[in-house]
């Protein structure tokens, strides 16, 4: 403990150091899974997909990013907040462009998508941690770019643009 201490002051420095880590983390993947160069379905897959292989590549980062999402009466939280919101903006931009592209519905409300499909992000992960099998994993998953998507389960993706 004591070499703790010759980096960080107190443990709310320790705190900070970690969660600025997730959160670079957790920015990082969203926006590299997102990116404008792939198709829209793919992107929104990537980004599950990653999910699932960093919780069990990177359990550590992953647990924390889970135990941060429910400290609700944390002082950390407005930070999750935060976090979140830049999140959502990343997801919503895709799926707008999804709009422009004309492979996604243009009733779809990005900003329920993009919050309910970030939220499956968490379900991939604890789905990893609980042992599920690929398959599970993959019908999740499929789910999940389906529902983002304004796509009924079982539609066809659409094709590459």
Do not use: C
Request: charged residues 25%; negative net charge; glycine residues 10%.
């Amino acid at each position: 403990m004591p070499a703790v201490h010759s980096y960080f002051r107190t443990r709310d420095d320790l705190v900070a150091a970690v969660l600025g880590e997730v959160e670079t983390y957790l920015i990082g993947i969203v926006s590299r899974s997102l990116d404008d160069a792939r198709p829209v379905h793919e992107a929104i897959e990537a980004l599950a997909v990653n999910f699932s292989r960093d919780a069990k590549e990177k359990p550590d980062m992953i647990k924390v990013w889970l135990d941060w999402s429910t400290g609700v009466r944390a002082d950390v939280w407005p930070r999750y907040m935060d976090m979140l919101e830049r999140l959502h903006g990343i997801a919503e931009k895709v799926l707008e462009r999804g709009k422009r592209e004309g492979v996604i519905p243009p009733v779809l409300n990005v900003k329920a998508a993009a919050r309910t499909y970030l939220g499956g992000g968490h379900t991939v992960a604890l789905m990893q941690f609980s042992g599920a099998t690929p398959p599970e994993i993959d019908a999740v998953i499929g789910h999940l770019v389906r529902t983002a998507m304004g796509i009924g389960p079982g539609a066809p993706l659409p094709a590459a643009g």
